[in-house]
């Protein structure tokens, strides 16, 4: 009470104390804000370092599967005949059995470009990704007397550019009857650290970190897709429906597939629809026929919403691939692009294809 009433008896001393307190206020809001700064700064230096770190511990470029390519605009590829136990690389740089660059008669040649889900190095065993099941499936029904080759021009790693670059100068040179590009949600950028430029990382390492420890689930979905639709992506998605439409202009039959995102809550929580639009709205834009697998994936439960492997939302089951071939195949039957079950008696003849395909 005798130190108010001395207070309030000494001319400014009220004032003073409050200056007092507003400067240890400031003090300590700077304190924290330089902090946080050094934090941040500390944090973009160390992952720095341990991405160059990686980069240095890679093995040498003739032992690894990925190689850099000589077209900048591929930016990596397979290296050609590179083997490992359940995945092989054939010497034209394909995850594909050997074959020959003019088609043989008698085949249906169907070429498929895409990343990881089609090319699968480290995910499901070969036989069960889908295009190999619709290539079985094909030959098991007949169709004529057709035999039909599923071509595999997919890399790990590959954006929607790649992609296009890969039909234009690969897949192209093996004349096939019909090309799929297989896309998924993270293909405005390639994603491959070794040699390229993945889509912008956070604002803040520091709320990254955050982020990811407080919402996992959350962050995983950022991770993996959000990130990829700044201005840049979004115009990389666009070029490349308008490239993949400039193919269908000049006579290649062209079909885009899109597996959606794997996890439930990325629809029903977080708006994830958003990012098949452009998807589907560049297909129509560009006159490419689009597939989009997430309705079906949802009413058979592929997309779940407790995943089982957290760290990967983007690769289906051995029964999501299954479906997959399942729905390509009566997409392309309903586009009038494969030959009918039941058209044509006794074996084609070189470059015949028949009245019921294209």
Do not use: C
């Given at each position: 009470m005798a130190a108010r009433r001395f207070a309030a008896e000494v001319p400014g001393a009220t004032g003073s104390r409050r200056k007092e307190h507003l400067l240890t206020g400031v003090?300590?809001?700077?304190?924290?804000?330089?902090?946080?700064?050094?934090?941040?700064?500390?944090?973009r230096v160390y992952y720095h370092v341990i991405l160059w770190r990686a980069v240095q511990a890679l093995p040498p470029?003739?032992?690894?599967?990925?190689?850099?390519?000589?077209?900048?605009?591929?930016?990596?590829?397979?290296?050609?005949?590179?083997?490992?136990?359940?995945?092989?690389?054939?010497?034209?740089?394909?995850?594909?059995?050997?074959l020959t660059v003019e088609k043989p008669s008698g085949v249906f040649r169907i070429a498929f470009v895409g990343d990881s889900i089609s090319a699968n190095?480290?995910?499901?065993?070969?036989?069960?990704?889908?295009?190999?099941?619709?290539?079985?499936?094909?030959?098991?029904?007949?169709?004529?007397?057709?035999?039909?080759?599923?071509?595999?021009?997919?890399?790990?790693?590959?954006?929607?550019?790649?992609?296009?670059?890969?039909?234009?100068?690969?897949?192209l040179r093996f004349q096939p009857d019909l090309v799929v590009v297989q896309q998924c949600l993270n293909d405005p950028y390639p994603t491959d650290t070794a040699y390229a430029k993945l889509a912008p990382d956070a604002t803040s390492r520091l709320w990254n970190i955050v982020f990811r420890r407080i919402q996992p689930d959350r962050w995983w979905g950022w991770n993996l897709v959000e990130r990829n639709y700044d201005r840049a992506g979004l115009e990389n998605l666009r070029r490349g429906m308008v490239g993949l439409g400039e193919e269908v202009k000049r006579g290649v039959?062209?079909?885009?597939?899109?597996?959606?995102?794997?996890?439930?809550?990325?629809?029903?929580s977080w708006g994830y629809q958003r990012y098949h639009e452009p998807y589907r709205k560049g297909a129509a834009q560009a006159g490419v026929p689009f597939l989009d697998l997430y309705t079906v994936f949802r009413q058979r439960g592929f997309i779940g919403d407790a995943p089982v492997d957290p760290f990967d939302l983007l690769h289906p089951s051995r029964e999501a691939h299954a479906l997959a071939a399942a729905e390509i195949e009566a997409k392309l039957d309903g586009l009038g692009l494969l030959p009918a079950r039941d058209a044509l008696d006794g074996r084609p003849k070189d470059g015949e294809i028949g009245a019921d395909s294209p």
């Open positions: 003090i300590l809001v700077l304190a924290l804000l330089l902090s946080l700064g050094l934090a941040e700064v500390g944090l470029v003739g032992a690894r599967a990925v190689i850099p390519s000589m077209d900048p605009e591929l930016i990596f590829e397979w290296k050609p005949r590179w083997r490992s136990e359940g995945f092989t690389v054939n010497s034209f740089g394909m995850p594909n059995d050997e190095l480290g995910f499901r065993p070969r036989p069960e990704i889908y295009l190999n099941v619709l290539e079985r499936t094909l030959n098991q029904e007949g169709r004529g007397g057709w035999r039909f080759e599923a071509l595999n021009f997919g890399v790990n790693g590959y954006g929607i550019l790649q992609e296009l670059e890969m039909l234009r100068t690969r897949a039959r062209v079909v885009a597939v899109l597996f959606p995102y794997l996890h439930a809550p990325a629809y029903d």
